[in-house]
């Protein structure tokens, strides 16, 4: 199954964007979808994920944003709220399937004024 990003861009701080993750064939059967980020100069980290209907955040995103699927469209969606300059980055969505990682191409979101 092969992920694609879309619904990055330019938001001001405290602005919203909210990622699809649109994946070429039935997301119903894996367990772990999820959400990472990678900034300029750092290394790639995990913004949420979910598991077997369990959600987990990185701190500094919690109560900001979130995680969901639609098993019926099989999309992974990131709504992101509150946005601050410190969540520019580039967000990829990420899939384990037969205990292997996929990997989406990458979308852009930039938190600027």
């Known amino acids: 199954v092969q992920l694609v990003e879309s619904g990055g861009g330019l938001v001001q701080p405290g602005g919203s964007l909210r990622l699809p993750c649109a994946a070429s064939g039935s997301i119903f059967s894996i367990n772990t979808l999820g959400w990472f980020r990678q900034a300029p100069g750092k290394e790639r980290e995990m913004v949420a994920l979910i598991t077997l209907g369990r959600t987990n955040y990185k701190d500094s995103v919690k109560y900001r944003f979130t995680i969901s699927r639609d098993n019926a469209k099989n999309t992974v969606y990131l709504q992101m709220n509150s946005l601050k300059p410190e969540d520019t980055a580039v967000y990829y969505c990420?899939?384990?399937?037969?205990?292997?990682?996929?990997w989406g191409q990458g979308t852009q979101v930039t938190v600027s004024s």
């Open positions: 990420y899939s384990v399937q037969l205990g292997r990682a996929y």
